[in-house]
T-cell receptor
Framework: DQQVKQNSPSLSVQEGRISILNCDYTNSMFDYFLWYKKYPAEGPTFLIS?????DKNEDGRFTVFLNKSAKHLSLHIVPSQPGDSAVYFC?????????FGTGTSLTVIP | EAQVTQNPRYLITVTGKKLTVTCSQN?????MSWYRQDPGLGLRQIYY???????DKGDVPEGYKVSRKEKRNFPLILESPSPNQTSLYFC???????????FGPGTRLLVL
């Protein structure tokens, strides 16, 4: 059973606008959440993370929001750039293990 | 250059023929892990290792074996591959389990 879900397989956004990628989870034991970015023919690369004791973390154009009561995680990219076009995976950690979502393919249109 | 390497990058094999996918990292990382990526299922953790000689099952360990005899290497062994193990495999490492994971470039496996 998928414990981490990304319900939008794809998202298209105009360059300069905000991209919002969403992630839902079911396991309340998750204590750390991460976002990874993946280009074709490459391994995922770490983007940003957030501890379960926080509700927001920022790093440049990237902000992750965590709503524990709703078991919901989101990644905001502002402003979106064409180089952000990639597949984004959210992941959650508990008990020495990582659980990944199915990914959202983001296309930023110039 | 800090990196995780995997070999081979592409592999076509037949059912039942034992194979090993190697993974090596040069960052002196404690934690190493194997994942498989399948359409509609995302990445799923197969096995992980907290340190040398310490390995444990992830979400989908059936049909796989691993070993961690040295800190830098974490090979994935398929003793008797089956078509349902056709997938894209990633090795990853991190200095500690809760730290950022660095992924290898992936190994695409086709089992006929």
């Amino acid at each position: 059973d998928q414990q981490v879900k990304q319900n939008s397989p794809s998202l298209s956004v105009q360059e300069g606008r905000i991209s919002i990628l969403n992630c839902d989870y079911t396991n309340s034991m998750f204590d750390y959440f991460l976002w990874y970015k993946k280009y074709p023919a490459e391994g995922p690369t770490f983007l940003i993370s957030i501890s379960s004791i926080k509700d927001k973390n920022e790093d440049g154009r990237f902000t992750v929001f965590l709503n524990k009561s709703a078991k919901h995680l989101s990644l905001h990219i502002v402003p979106s750039q064409p180089g952000d076009s990639a597949v984004y995976f959210c992941a959650a950690y508990t008990g020495n293990q990582f659980y990944f979502g199915t990914g959202t393919s983001l296309t930023v249109i110039p | 250059e800090a990196q995780v390497t995997q070999n081979p990058r592409y592999l076509i094999t037949v059912t039942g023929k034992k194979l090993t996918v190697t993974c090596s990292q040069n960052m002196n990382h404690e934690y190493m892990s194997w994942y498989r990526q399948d359409p509609g299922l995302g990445l799923r953790q197969i096995y992980y290792s907290m340190n040398v000689e310490v390995t444990d099952k992830g979400d989908v360990p059936e049909g796989y074996k691993v070993s961690r005899k040295e800190k830098r290497n974490f090979p994935l062994i398929l003793e008797s591959p089956s078509p349902n193990q056709t997938s894209l495999y990633f090795c990853a490492s991190s200095s500690q389990v809760w730290e950022t994971q660095y992924f290898g470039p992936g190994t695409r496996l086709l089992v006929l």
